[in-house]
């Protein structure tokens, strides 16, 4: 979708494209008509950046693809769909109000964009998160903008009126090589004139007292003099106003209540007053498949965290309850989850295995969770999470927690983390009897 609509722009402008893509599709013979050269190829030739100004990827490109490295050694400008929208920004455009970290970028501008719409202003929560930006009208008053690692590697200007780094934990280590790299390309949403960090994560502390402009943190520390925080179990700026109880935030939990200090500072650093941040946030309608309850089934719950796509996320909705048969598996994306078992061996009341990674999660649970009962689903049809789900019953006890918080992708099952947490939904339906809830 960012890849076309960032065709049809540079159309639109008088610009001469060339689209690559894998598959003919719709929306490629729609460019063809508009006046794009499309070229269907699974392995791009060198040729075809003769004569390019520019190679602008799909975010989800590598920088070790074969034509980036050709166009970087032509000198040749390489940047994704978020780079062009701000490159294309006119005079009157709307400022962006920015998010990004390896967990809680959606919960936290779509706490904003309820917050900011309850200050009266026009806005929409984009970027990773929803339509290309590159489209949109000029009408908005502000942005909040969801933006990924891989979106920020691939950004040279673009500088948000005001940019959250939520955390830093070890993911997608496949496309960017190794920690630092990734750390370096979440850094770039601190381009502007306000740097928002999480004081409680060490590496993000120590990254923001680099960065330019005008710093500003947030923190669930006991100590919170200075910065966006919380006192006596309420939400408070820095300089101890009161913004809303910590018990009114949903999702429920201590990260979430951190997302939301994170987006109070982005508020407030575009003037928003106090009263529309509380108003948003008591508003505010958590995104599905985040920690959310599905059912309870005989006296045991069943939790959707399917969006938990990495040991880091995970941990948050784990330590969430206190006795949990821990749903787990799928795409690692090179991470090592051994610390998360670690971390939370003594809650486990069992695992149930899916996905490709599985064995890996197996020898983690092997030896830091030995007394752990284990029972690993090898099938990868649509009963799959049908027969996760009745495992995971009979290992779970009155006033226990069937958790999905995966720790990993689910593109080798699923088409997103959506589809497989609509399955799990659908499957603890089947088990009660009950119509599924959450989502159509």
Not at 108 to 127: E, F, P
Not at 229 to 253: C, H, K, M, Q, S
Not at 298 to 306: F, G, H, L
Request: negative net charge; glycine residues 10%.
């Amino acid at each position: 979708m960012a890849g076309g609509a960032c065709a049809s722009a540079v159309l639109r402008r008088g610009g001469i494209v060339t689209v690559v893509d894998r598959t003919d599709t719709a929306q490629t013979a729609e460019l063809a008509a508009a006046g794009a050269t499309v070229v269907i190829t699974e392995e791009p030739r060198a040729d075809l950046l003769d004569g390019a100004d520019d190679l602008i990827v799909s975010p989800g490109i590598p920088p070790h693809h074969p034509l980036v490295v050709e166009a970087i050694a032509r000198g040749i400008d390489v940047y994704s769909e978020p780079e062009l929208a701000w490159r294309l920004r006119g005079p009157d455009s709307p400022p962006w109000l920015a998010v990004t970290g390896t967990n809680g970028k959606t919960t936290t501008v779509t706490m904003l964009a309820s917050i900011l719409r309850a200050a009266g202003l026009r806005t929409a929560a984009l970027g990773n998160i929803g339509e290309p930006l590159v489209d949109l009208p000029d009408d908005y008053a502000v942005l909040a903008v969801e933006l990924s690692s891989f979106q920020l590697h691939w950004s040279s200007t673009l500088a948000p009126q005001a940019g959250a780094l939520l955390n830093l934990a070890p993911d997608h280590l496949e496309w960017h090589g190794d920690i630092d790299a990734y750390g370096g390309a979440k850094t770039a949403v601190w381009r502007g004139p306000v740097a928002v960090g999480n004081l409680d994560d060490p590496w993000v502390r120590a990254q923001l007292a680099q960065a330019p402009g005008r710093h500003v943190g947030f923190t669930l520390g006991a100590d919170a003099s200075g910065s966006f925080g919380v006192v006596d179990g309420w939400l408070v700026t820095p300089d101890g106003t009161r913004i809303v109880e910590a018990a009114v935030i949903r999702p429920a939990g201590a990260h979430n209540v951190a997302n939301a200090l994170a987006a109070a500072a982005l508020a407030v650093a575009h003037g928003v007053p106090v009263e529309a941040i509380r108003a948003g946030l008591e508003a505010y309608l958590p995104e599905h498949h985040r920690n959310e309850f599905v059912a309870t089934v005989d006296e045991v719950s069943y939790v959707d965290d399917s969006k938990a796509t990495n040991p880091h996320a995970a941990l948050a909705s784990l330590t969430a309850y206190p006795r949990v048969v821990w749903v787990v598996g799928g795409q690692l994306k090179g991470v090592d989850i051994s610390e998360l078992v670690i971390s939370i061996a003594d809650r486990l009341a069992g695992a149930v295995l899916l996905g490709v990674d599985r064995a890996q999660v197996a020898a983690a649970l092997a030896r830091h969770a030995p007394g752990v009962p284990v029972v690993d689903v090898a099938r990868t049809d649509d009963g799959a999470m049908g027969e996760v789900v009745k495992a995971a019953s009979a290992l779970a006890g009155p006033g226990d927690t069937v958790l999905l918080a995966p720790a990993a992708a689910s593109l080798d099952m699923y088409q997103s983390y959506a589809h497989r947490g609509k399955a799990f939904a659908a499957a603890v339906a089947a088990l009660s009897g009950a119509a599924p809830t959450g989502e159509a």
